[in-house]
């Protein structure tokens, strides 16, 4: 099946620095979507990308969804406490409208 | 904004009973709900994909007469653990698409079981 591949897998910031995570897959998926996850919560959707290419910002956050519609990143700018949590990321190609996610970013951010 | 809702949020129960776990989607109707298994630390692992009218589409290796799923309206979409083991132990989560939200899914906020 499809499979992705997020990076890195956890990540220890200072506040107000700036973080990047991305994941790579080997299948081309048709929408990207990223998703932040507070413990015991479900998932809650930041951004989604539709196109190859696309830039979308979010208040702090920024994803693109890639050109060759096989990576995307998210990039989260001035961190502070609250962005802790899992990021994940997700793609969904053609099979009936079903996600794949990735194995999280855990994000720490020190005040 | 679109909300679905998961009950109950946490369950303990005894070896061999079952568990029924509910998803509903507030304000808007759901032809399709999917449902998700989260070991600590871990993805979101699909399960099956729910719909509304007819029967469950189960993902490899998930046993559909353990994890029976019954979709009976177009809001409510319901997991049953069925003779539950401990390594059924797990944090279950679904989700929904809102009309007019092109492919991002709202999900619940999770239902942690504990079979002891």
């Known amino acids: 099946g499809q499979q992705l591949n997020q990076s890195p897998q956890s990540m220890f910031i200072q506040e107000g620095e700036d973080v990047s995570m991305n994941c790579t897959s080997s299948s081309i998926f048709n929408t990207w979507l990223w998703y932040k996850q507070d413990p015991g919560e479900g998932p809650v959707l930041l951004i989604a990308l539709y196109k190859a290419g696309e830039l979308t910002s979010n208040g702090r956050l920024t994803a693109q969804f890639g050109i060759t519609r096989k990576d995307s990143f998210l990039n989260i700018s001035a961190s502070i406490p609250s962005d802790v949590g899992i990021y994940f990321c997700?793609?969904?190609?053609?099979?009936?409208?079903?996600?794949?996610f990735g194995d999280g970013t855990t994000l720490t951010v020190k005040p | 904004g679109a909300v679905v809702s998961q009950h109950p949020s946490r369950v303990i129960c005894k070896s061999g009973t079952s568990v029924k776990i509910e998803c509903r989607s507030l304000d808007f109707q759901a032809t399709t709900m999917f449902w998700y298994r989260q070991f600590p630390k871990k993805s979101l692992m699909l399960m099956a994909t729910s719909n509304e009218g007819s029967k469950a589409t189960y993902e490899q290796g998930v046993e559909k007469d353990k994890f029976l799923i019954n979709h009976a309206s177009l809001t409510l979409s319901t997991l049953t653990v069925t003779s539950a083991h401990p390594e059924d132990s797990s944090f279950y989560i679904c989700?929904?698409?809102?009309?007019?939200?092109?492919?991002?899914?709202?999900f619940g906020s999770g239902t942690r079981l504990t079979v002891v």
């Open positions: 989700s929904a698409r809102p009309p007019g939200q092109a492919t991002g899914y709202t």
């Open positions: 997700a793609g969904v190609g053609t099979n009936a409208g079903k996600s794949t």
